[in-house]
């Protein structure tokens, strides 16, 4: 079964600060860039013949296998990351014990996408199965995750997401979309996550 987009998770028109032409174009172009492109890669590792296949055609489909599925889920979870909403009583404890309160989680968050501008990656809030606990975890790319961690939140700092309406301010982009949190979603996010 080939995979298929995900309807777009947030309303673009919606947005503070952010165009509605960005939205749409990161949502097709570069969403659905992945998806098309994983797609393209399973259908390369369905006719591949395990057994005599050169280990540089493995490693290669592979890789690109998890840049692709890593791309498709982490925009995924960038768009349901966007449309202003509160976070639940849960999520602000959670942080509050893991961060000393929202607004240091905030200021940490916003810094590691403001250190990422110029270059290309991701900051994620993610739960840590192992500690149970919320942390800021740092990408490089798509395949740098924080293992045993499954983010609730997720900010996507490659150039296609605000070169269009910020140009190269960076920063300008991160501080847009600290003000379109959904928070709600994280929320119930982190609650299945709790098993509550
Ligand atoms: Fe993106």
Not at 42 to 63: H, I, T, Y
Not at 105 to 127: I, N, P
Request: include cysteine.
């Amino acid at each position: 079964m080939p995979y298929e987009m995900k309807p777009l998770a947030c309303n673009p028109a919606g947005m503070n600060g952010l165009s509605e032409k960005i939205i749409v174009s990161h949502y097709e172009n570069n969403y659905g860039g992945a998806v098309k492109r994983l797609n393209a890669i399973e259908q390369k590792l369905a006719e591949l013949d395990w057994a005599s296949a050169p280990v540089f055609v493995v490693n290669g489909l592979k890789r690109e296998e998890l840049i692709a599925s890593n791309s498709m889920i982490l925009h995924e979870l960038f768009f349901e990351s966007l449309g202003a909403s509160a976070a639940s009583a849960e999520l602000q404890w959670q942080i509050e014990q893991d961060f000393g309160g929202m607004d240091k989680w905030a200021a940490q968050f916003s810094a590691m996408g403001k250190a990422q501008g110029g270059g290309s990656g991701w900051v994620l809030l993610a739960w840590s199965h192992r500690d149970r606990k919320l942390i800021n975890t740092w990408a490089a790319d798509h395949t740098n995750n924080f293992a045993g961690a499954t983010p609730i939140l997720a900010l996507d700092m490659y150039e296609h997401s605000y070169h269009m309406d910020f140009g190269a301010a960076a920063a300008k982009y991160v501080e847009a979309f600290m003000n379109n949190l959904n928070l709600a979603s994280a929320s119930i996010k982190l609650a299945a996550l709790k098993g509550n």
